[in-house]
């Protein structure tokens, strides 16, 4: 008598095991898209001109609408950082993590940010190469 136990599943792609996956898991860790990371890298970019032209003055840091709360977030430069680089690494945002009591007055928008560094950028190339076709 030579009888081969014989696995029923063996080989089969009907496995009812196989390639089972729960709804209800973790979700996967979704990784950025090129673009969103390269946005993030310009903030990040931006983060570092902003906090060197601001910080001297007494800007602590960025005040951000928060579309989930309807309500202004603060965040010192160092918290942004750390949120933008989060973000890189992990492909989703932190929870909210706003700085704690904040005074607003030491925060800015990102426009007004940009807008300030807009204009130390006109101030600085200003007068320094006038012959260089002049835009108006
Ligand atoms: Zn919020």
């Known amino acids: 008598m030579h009888e081969e136990p014989i696995d029923p599943f063996n080989g089969d792609p009907a496995d009812p ?5 729960d709804p209800g898991d973790d979700a996967e860790l979704d990784p950025l898209t090129d673009v969103e990371r390269q946005d993030v890298l ?20 960025l005040v951000i609408e928060c579309e989930d709360c309807r309500e202004p977030h603060y965040f010192d ?5 750390g ?39 006109d101030t600085l190339t200003e007068g320094t190469d006038e012959g260089a076709g002049s835009a108006g």
């Open 83 to 121: 949120n933008l680089r989060h973000l890189l690494s992990s492909g989703r945002p932190r929870v909210h993590e706003p700085a704690y009591d904040p005074d607003p007055d030491h925060y800015v928008t990102w426009d007004y940010a940009r807008g300030y560094a807009d204009g130390v950028h």
């Open 77 to 81: 430069w160092d918290l942004l950082r």
């Open 17 to 21: 095991a196989a390639g089972l996956h």
């Open 42 to 61: 310009e903030d990040l970019a931006d983060l570092e001109i902003y906090q060197a032209l601001l910080a001297p003055i007494g800007v602590r840091g």
